[in-house]
């Protein structure tokens, strides 16, 4: 593996784990505020 691809890779292993954080995070908001409102 070249440098580049190492670089390549972790930019996009950021991206998804990014993604993935602010899916759960908007899940998680959600529920706490559908608990909060009683439905």
Same mark, same amino acid.
């Given at each position: 593996?070249?440098?580049?691809?190492?670089?390549?890779?972790? +930019?996009?292993?950021?991206?998804?784990?990014?993604? +993935?954080?602010?899916?759960t +995070?908007?899940?998680?908001?959600?529920?706490?505020?559908?608990?909060? +409102?009683?439905?």
């Amino acid at each position: 593996m070249t440098l580049f691809e190492i670089y390549s890779f972790w +930019q996009w292993l950021k991206l998804r784990i990014g993604k +993935q954080l602010k899916v759960t +995070q908007i899940t998680f908001l959600r529920k706490k505020n559908g608990e909060s +409102q009683g439905n």
